[in-house]
């Protein structure tokens, strides 16, 4: 499999991920493909992580002169905030100048190691802006409203992080739009055609030129869960392999492979989700997950010598046997680490049977939704733990809560419906007019508009730049809610203003 390909590589249709023997047909017979490139010959180079790493660090040492808190996304990837040097440099205005002169010294110091860069107000504008002028050049977006939406306009959606093939296909189907200028025009459709509120938040976010990380997080209350990890997996490829006695073997190892990771987790884990990933020989790639009812896995306190929880499907029954393999780290006993395989495999295994027969060449187990995750609450949000062994108001012979309940009851009885069922209310507003208009919530400003008015709204945000629309609310970026939509006016007046990432 390949690792990475060079720009020449490229032309001729070669990426990463992708099977060296493939790869090489596509250099020699281009015309196969429909390129236009001569025929030539491919040349793998064998990967040296070690030399990488020491190249890596000479990099981020030239990245920590110029930004301290610096992000390495990965070796040869870093995000920096020049903010705060540019203080000293002369401003925004210097910004070019300053990028253009860590690009040099990574050349200088790396022996010739060329690498392109974006500058923007965000980190999603700055990552787009980094695949303009590659491979040794650098682009800029303006920290201004005008720049930001003219830059983002014709915009291919595909290039906007986090928007695979799927998700770019619904756009398509869905809205029937392919670029952020056309995305920014059917705002009103967004909330229509997508139910959930993430999804929206993210795509006005996008269509908009934010990256998201411009909401403030003061209203987020504590986090709580002992977990921080969201999943785990282990995977292998191999030759061809259609027997079925084989690839259930192949599933045992990698189940067991996976259950020796769980238990060398602090504490041990338990999960609640168990998917399996298969590659046929055709390369189509297949993913199914099952949710049991119940976590699999070891208890909290399995480490500490107490036995573990093993809980699985109905009708899996647990192994009592030992699998190969080595013994965990920590005071798990390999016993109990077979059992756990064992359970993982009852749950993967009837997602491999149900594609027999097939011939597959690579196969790998994915447990997620742990017991103890980590979460963030929303402020004011309180754990269910706290009212346990507490009692109702009513129940500890409040009046007010008896007066109110037997009113309830009451008006229940009077609508010949039981007490906890439907009771239409009927329109709580008044006047001569009739009812009122339904109300939606402006996606942009969050203002309440009438359902007729929407569109009107929404558009006045982008016909009058800087005047916000009739009723909208006023609010402060650290006042917002965690995902809540910030505005570019509001994205432009934070403290960070030049976000540069190298690649």
Known sequence: MISAANYVARQYGVRSAMPGFIAAEMVRCPHLVGSKMPPDELHFIPAE????????????????????????????????????????????EAADEVVREMRQRIKELTGGLTCSAGIGPNPMLAKIASEDNKPDGQARVLPTREAVLQYIEK???????????????????LLNVITCGELRVAVPKIRRAFEGKKTCDFLLRVCLGISGEEAGEDDEGPEVGDVTRKSLSTERTFRDESSQEELRGRLRELCRSVAEDMA???PPLAC?????????????????????????????????????????????????????????????????????????????????EEQFPCTLRLMGVRVSDFRGARKVLQKGQQ???KFFGTGTPAAVGDPAASAASAAVEAQALAAEVPPGGVIDLGDSSSGEDGPAGQMVSCPVCG?????????????????????????????????????????????????????????
């Open 264 to 266: 060398s987790a602090v």
């Open 155 to 173: 915009l291919p959606l595909r290039r906007v992080p986090f928007v695979g093939k799927v998700l770019e296909r619904k756009l398509k189907l």
């Open 272 to 352: 609640k989700v168990v998917g399996l990933k298969t590659k046929a020989a055709t390369f189509e790639v297949r993913t199914r997950q099952v949710h049991s009812p119940r976590f699999i896995g070891f208890s909290a306190s399995a480490a500490s010598g107490s036995s573990a929880t093993l809980t699985g499907f109905i009708g899996g029954g647990l192994a009592t046997g030992r699998a190969g393999g080595q013994k965990p780290s920590g005071a798990v006993s390999d016993e109990e680490v077979s059992r756990v395989a064992a359970e993982l495999n009852a749950a993967a295994l009837p997602l491999l």
């Open 383 to 385: 754990q269910l733990q």
């Open 49 to 92: 992580w070690e030399k990488y790493k020491q190249v890596a660090e000479v990099t981020r040492s030239v990245y920590h002169e110029y930004d301290p808190d610096f992000t390495s996304w990965s070796l040869d990837e870093a995000k920096l905030d020049l903010t705060r040097y540019l203080e000293v440099r002369g401003g925004q």
């Open 447 to 503: 203002a309440a508009v009438a359902v007729d008015d929407a569109d009107r709204h929404v558009n006045s945000h982008y016909d009058a730049p800087g005047i916000p629309p009739a009723g909208a609310q006023k609010e402060d970026s650290h006042k917002r809610k965690r995902g809540s939509v910030a505005g570019i006016d509001e994205m432009l007046r934070g403290s960070r203003q030049c976000v540069a990432l190298v690649d």
